[in-house]
């Protein structure tokens, strides 16, 4: 039960950083879409930090 989340937890960081990425190169009129590529691939890795920490965490107790 304590992982059930863990899919929305990812889809709403992927969101997050999508759109944190979108909207950097919409601000700064890039001609590609670096920020739209490399900030949810940044959230990926957050996200993976975190589930390791958890997942640590878990086998400590």
Do not use: C, H, N, W
């Not at 937890?9 to 920020?35: H, R, T, V």
Request: net charge positive; no cysteine.
């Amino acid at each position: 039960m304590k992982y059930m989340g863990m899919a929305t937890q990812l889809f709403l960081i992927m969101f997050i950083f999508l759109y944190i990425g979108k909207y950097i190169d919409a601000y700064f009129q890039s001609p590609k879409p670096y920020a739209t590529i490399f900030l949810p691939v940044i959230g990926l890795f957050v996200y993976l930090y975190k589930l390791v920490v958890d997942l640590s965490k878990k086998d400590e107790s």
